[in-house]
Nanobody, 119 residues
């Protein structure tokens, strides 16, 4: 089994910063792509940022230039540095990881961490 646990969420004023962490633990052979998603009230869950095992990144247009995704492969941990936060960034943030088992890839999800940005 694999468990992903997010941390670092909280309440912050507009313009502030937060750093989210997500650590994967358990029976992990290889962690491939790791992602951050978010789901705001009344909205569909959206992909915020991705990072491959090689360090290539991609961002949603809404966060590009403000958020930075990074990872520590040795720790199976992915981070999301969020700067210049806006009220529209308020959401539950979820991490996800693709775990490889031979040729099979399984997607695991964290339980989510609340990020609230006040105006």
């Amino acid at each position: 089994q694999v468990q992903l646990v997010e941390s670092g969420g909280g309440l912050v004023q507009a313009g502030g910063s937060l750093r989210l962490s997500c650590a994967a633990s358990g029976n992990i052979f290889k962690t491939n792509t790791m992602d951050w998603y978010r789901q705001a009230p009344g909205k569909q869950r959206e992909l915020v940022a991705t990072i491959t095992s090689g360090g290539n990144t991609n961002y949603a247009n809404s966060v590009k230039g403000r958020f930075t995704i990074s990872r520590d492969n040795a720790k199976n941990t992915v981070y999301l540095q969020m700067n210049s936060l806006k009220p529209e960034d308020t959401a539950v943030y979820y991490c996800a990881a693709d775990i490889a088992y031979g040729t099979t890839f399984l997607r695991y999800w964290g339980q989510g961490t609340q990020v609230t940005v006040s105006s």
